[in-house]
Each structure stands twice: as structure tokens, then as C-alpha cells.
């Protein structure tokens, strides 16, 4: 004899895993996503260096620095965009099956993720910006 609770929970235990593990590749793409985009910045930023040494000597203020590195980012994320949506579109038939009472075309978790995957992406840019835009112009000068 068994509860009819511990029998639908016998039941949903495969979708419950297969939930849990979509979450968990999930979260770790997104982490990947950032720290390949935070990787590539830094990258670019330690490239950029000199010229960006030169610009804060010449007078270049701490903001100007920010906007040289955010444009790329937000050049990656406009480019990213109008490429992964189309690609998500074309996917979703795959996880169709997956999902129990949510359309996987549903605009507001398509827009949620979106705007979420966008808002990550410009932080892990901020962050080597933010880093440049502290360089001592005297010291990069030096260093190359």
C-alpha cells in the first residue's frame, strides 16, 4: 500500500530529474557564455593597452575609456542577438516534448531571457572597461 502522493511522486521523478538537469546545463552554459565573453574583453582590453595608455595621457577622461570597451560589447550583444533568436526559434521543436503547459514560443520568457543573457553580457564587459579606465597612463607607457 501506497500514498497516492509517494505514487505521484514515483511517477514524476524522471521529469523532475530532466527538469533539475536542464536548470543545472543551463546555469553553466550562461557561466560559460560570460566568462568567454569576460575572457574576450580582457583579452582585447590587455591588446588595447598602449592606445588606451596614450588616450588617458593625451586627457581622455574615465568615461571615454568606458564607452571604448561597452561599444564592442554592445556590438557583440546586437550582433549576438539577431543570431540566437532565429537559432532558438528553429530549435524549440527539440524541447517541445519537455515542456508540460509552457510554450516553448511564449514571448515573455523569450524576452525575460533575452533581456537577462543581454544584461550579463554587458556586465562582463564592464568589468574589464571599468579595470582600463583605472590604467596609469605613465605605467602602460612604461610597461610596453
Do not use: K
Request: glycine content about 6%; some cysteine; aromatic content about 6%.
Amino acid at each position: 500500500m501506497r500514498t497516492v502522493e509517494r505514487t505521484v511522486d514515483a511517477s514524476l521523478i524522471t521529469q523532475r530529474m530532466i527538469a533539475t538537469l536542464s536548470t543545472v546545463f543551463g546555469a553553466l552554459a550562461t557561466l560559460l557564455a560570460v566568462l568567454g565573453l569576460y575572457g574576450v574583453m580582457a583579452y582585447l582590453v590587455a591588446r588595447r593597452s598602449r592606445e588606451i595608455g596614450i588616450r588617458m595621457a593625451r586627457g581622455a577622461r574615465t568615461r571615454n575609456v568606458m564607452w571604448l570597451i561597452m561599444r564592442e560589447v554592445l556590438l557583440l550583444v546586437t550582433a549576438g542577438v539577431p543570431i540566437g533568436l532565429p537559432a532558438a526559434y528553429a530549435l524549440m521543436h527539440l524541447v517541445r516534448a519537455q515542456l508540460y503547459g509552457v510554450d516553448p514560443a511564449d514571448a515573455t520568457s523569450i524576452l525575460l531571457a533575452t533581456v537577462l543573457l543581454s544584461f550579463v553580457a554587458l556586465l562582463a564587459g564592464y568589468i574589464p572597461a571599468r579595470r582600463a579606465a583605472c590604467y596609469d597612463p605613465v605605467r602602460v607607457l612604461r610597461y610596453e
